[in-house]
């Protein structure tokens, strides 16, 4: 017991650590970007001492590291500070938008994995058949896809020529069902892929052997032997895909105009408001810490080696 | 033994079909103005004009020939690519070595930067460097290499570790050959299956990466002709003129499943139990 919090405790330092450096970046990037908010937002008519005043009003004045140190300690209270563009408060922004994308990324996981694991399994169990071999083909296919142009198909398809889906935007849980396919897809292959592999490593162990030798029911091995072994690295790659996902949903947010935080980042970085950038993409590193923790800590648990490394 | 046989055919029938599609897309970057009836520019009065004899994929809202356009894209998805990988492999490759190599604190530090480009999603720090150095072909190549040369560095520096221990790198340590001497003589050589499959298969993921930036509108822009932007603006035509996203699209499937396919065909030929 004592190693695993030991394992834990460790991450834990190392994903603060991650977050700080993260926040160095992030910074250091919005400070280097070319054209100064303050001169895009306002009109050239206005005079130099007012811009000045602009600036000073929002801080822009003051050193870099002075503005480094007053964000963070801003962001530690939950305050990503105000839009230059929209003029609203960051925090309540992103607040209003993070349910979208975390429904959206929600869904798409659910549909991934609900595909993904039995499909796996079923390959692997027919290995070199017609059925493993149309599911392997299948699922480079879609891999290859770019999910923009799978969202354009699906739309074309189920809004356009049967007219049963919402072409765009958000009214309800329906408008979820594109999105949230165009988004799975592409990423389904990879989860399939490691759960045939694993099922077929799995199958190869003498304990699997020894099960059948004793008579157990085919089905009973596949699940309570082969799939529950195999199924942990996948559990692992649950967490570590994450990152993924929530990249693509950026793209896939704005095919769908879905109300999310890709979409925001994206008028962000349309309009050079580093304020919203700064947030978003914090606010992502956040999320993606926290899941490779979990996923690291899982990993841990369910197989002892790794927590000695 | 019957089973073995036919994944081993069915993998080569991968990797045939991959090399097809491949080499399709090597001669159509080739011979690009040769193919394309019209330039990437030139604009005519048939806007969204359906696909006919004339233009094959129809015409964009400018009247440009989307067939022209997206033949020639394919040298720019293909170049950006190309650069992407190469830089993310000199990085990753580089990192990999040294981390492995030299171990402790190094291999610490190079390990805390590796997990932290890995925490942010790749595809959001690639914009936020090409906003920061300004939207071009070239900044896209660069930005995709920033964020992607991590997958390089993990498995080439596993590799270098248990190299390392090899009686006759440790041989010539005791005979006094300088680390780089070392690394370039008895470690690199060991690695070059490794980083052939690395790179092959990194190579779609990065044209991938590419569009999806032209699909957000950065990178080249107007009028080159990058896949990704003309899918984009295909879309707020997507009711009247549909085809205008068709050839992208195809383009771009066409050419990340002929690279992932070739790719997978050189790891089953080089290193088959290499985890990627």
Redesign the interface.
């Known amino acids: 017991m004592n190693d695993i919090i030991r394992y834990i405790a460790k991450r834990l330092v190392?994903g603060v650590?991650?977050v700080l450096?993260?926040t160095v970046?992030?910074f250091a990037?919005?400070q280097?970007?070319?054209g100064d908010p303050v001169d895009l937002m306002v009109d050239t008519r206005v005079s130099a001492e007012k811009v000045m005043e602009i600036k000073a009003q929002w801080g822009l004045d003051k050193p870099p590291v002075v503005q480094y140190f007053y964000w963070l300690g801003n962001i530690f209270q939950g305050d990503f500070g105000t839009s230059i563009s929209l003029k609203q408060n960051v925090t309540d922004l992103i607040a209003q938008r993070l349910p979208y994308t975390l429904m959206l990324t929600g869904a798409a996981l659910i549909i991934e994995y609900l595909l993904a694991i039995p499909l796996g399994l079923l390959a692997a169990v027919r290995?070199?058949r017609l059925t493993d071999?149309a599911l392997t083909?299948t699922t480079?296919?879609l891999?290859?896809?770019?999910?923009?142009?799978l969202g354009?198909?699906l739309?074309?398809i189920f809004s356009?020529k049967l007219n049963v889906l919402p072409l765009s935007g958000y009214s309800g849980f329906i408008s979820l069902i594109l999105p949230a396919l165009t988004l799975a897809l592409p990423a389904l292959a990879q989860i399939f892929r490691l759960t045939r592999s694993e099922v077929l490593d799995v199958m190869d162990e003498k304990y699997v052997t020894t099960a059948y030798a004793k008579g157990i029911d085919n089905r009973k091995v596949l699940i309570k032997h082969v799939l529950r072994n195999a199924l942990i690295p996948v559990t692992v790659m649950f967490f570590l895909s994450l990152?993924?996902l929530?990249?693509?949903a950026?793209?896939v947010e704005?095919?769908f105009a879905w109300p999310g935080m890709g979409q925001l980042?994206?008028k962000g970085?349309?309009k050079?408001d580093f304020v919203i950038?700064q947030g978003i993409?914090f606010v992502?590193?956040i999320l993606?810490?926290i899941c490779?923790i979990i996923g690291d800590m899982i990993s841990g648990i369910l197989d002892p080696r790794i927590r000695l490394e | 033994m019957r089973k073995e046989k036919l994944r081993f055919i069915l993998n080569n029938k991968m990797f045939i079909i991959g090399s097809i599609l491949f080499f399709a897309v090597v001669l159509v970057v080739i011979f690009a103005p040769l193919i394309a009836p019209h330039t990437y520019a030139e604009q005519s009065s048939m806007r969204l004009a359906a696909p006919c004899s004339e233009y094959p994929f129809g015409t964009d809202q400018y009247g440009r020939c989307i067939f022209s356009r997206v033949i020639y894209g394919s040298r720019i998805a293909l170049s950006v690519g190309i650069v992407a990988v190469i830089i993310e492999t000199l990085i990753g490759v580089t990192l990999g070595i040294v981390a492995g190599y030299y171990g402790k604190a190094i291999d610490k530090i190079v390990l805390f930067i590796t997990d932290t480009t890995w925490s942010i999603p790749p595809i959001i720090l690639a914009m936020a460097i090409v906003l920061m150095m300004g939207s071009s072909a070239q900044n896209v190549a660069i930005a995709i290499a920033v964020v992607s040369w991590a997958q390089f560095t993990k498995i080439v520096r596993a590799k270098v570790q248990s190299l390392k221990n090899l009686s006759y790198i440790e041989a010539a340590k005791i005979y006094g050959e300088t680390d780089l001497s070392i690394i370039l003589r008895y470690i690199l050589p060991n690695l070059v299956s490794t980083i052939i499959i690395l790179a092959t298969l990194a190579l779609p993921s990065a044209i991938l990466s590419t569009t999806s930036m032209g699909f957000l509108g950065l990178g080249a822009q107007q009028p080159q002709p990058d896949w990704g932007m003309i899918l984009s603006d295909g879309i707020q035509f997507i009711k009247n003129a549909p085809w205008i996203t068709m050839a992208p699209g195809l383009a771009i499937v066409w050419t990340v499943l002929g690279f992932n396919l070739l790719g997978e065909g050189v790891k089953e030929m080089l290193d088959p139990r290499l985890k990627v």
Do not use: R
């Not at chain 1, 891999?143 to 923009?148: I, L």
């Open positions: 190392i650590l991650v450096f993260v970046l992030i990037i919005m280097a970007m070319p290995k070199n071999k083909i480079v296919v891999w290859s896809m770019p999910p923009f142009w354009v198909l739309m074309m356009i990152p993924w929530i990249g693509g950026v793209v704005n095919v980042l994206w970085i349309a050079q950038v993409i992502i590193t993606t810490v490779n």
